[in-house]
Nanobody
Framework: QVQLLESGGGSVQSGGSLRLSCAAS????????MGWFRQAPGKEREGVAA???????TYADSVKGRFTISHENPKNTLYLQMNSLKPEDTAMYYC????????????????????????WGQGTQVTVSS
C-alpha cells in the first residue's frame, strides 16, 4: 500500500522560505514521477513542480526561480524548497506520485497536471503573510 506523508508546512512572512517533505512508503516503481500541487480556497488544484525517475524537473511559471523540487532515493523522500515566498503562494500543498510511469501531462500554467498522478498525500498548509 502506497502512502505519502507531507510535512514542513507553516506560516511565514513574505520573502521567507520553507522546505516541504514527502515521505513515500510502499512506492517501489523503477519508473515514476512525483510532484507537488497546491490548492487555495475556492480555486482549482494547481501543479507546482514535478520530477521524474531520470531527474528531469518541471515547474509552474509562477514558481520558476523560487522553488526547487528534489527526490532523495535512499529515503524515498520528495522535497520542495520554497524561497522568496509570496502571499499568493498561500495554499494547501499536496504530494503526489504516478502509477509507475515517468510521463505526465502539463497543465495550462506550465506545471504538472493532476490527472497524471494517482497517489496523493493529505496535504500540508502553507500560509504567507504580507
Amino acid at each position: 500500500q502506497v502512502q505519502l506523508l507531507e510535512s514542513g508546512g507553516g506560516s511565514v512572512q513574505s520573502g521567507g522560505s520553507l522546505r516541504l517533505s514527502c515521505a513515500a512508503s510502499g512506492y517501489t516503481y523503477s519508473r515514476y514521477c512525483m510532484g507537488w500541487f497546491r490548492q487555495a480556497p475556492g480555486k482549482e488544484r494547481e501543479g507546482v513542480a514535478a520530477i521524474d525517475s531520470d531527474g528531469s524537473t518541471t515547474y509552474a511559471d509562477s514558481v520558476k526561480g523560487r522553488f526547487t523540487i528534489s527526490h532523495e532515493n535512499p529515503k524515498n523522500t520528495l522535497y520542495l524548497q520554497m524561497n522568496s515566498l509570496k502571499p499568493e503562494d498561500t495554499a494547501m500543498y499536496y504530494c503526489a506520485a504516478s502509477y509507475g510511469s515517468s510521463w505526465y501531462a502539463l497543465g495550462s500554467r506550465g506545471g504538472p497536471h493532476p490527472a497524471s498522478f494517482g497517489y496523493w498525500g493529505q496535504g500540508t498548509q502553507v500560509t504567507v503573510s504580507s
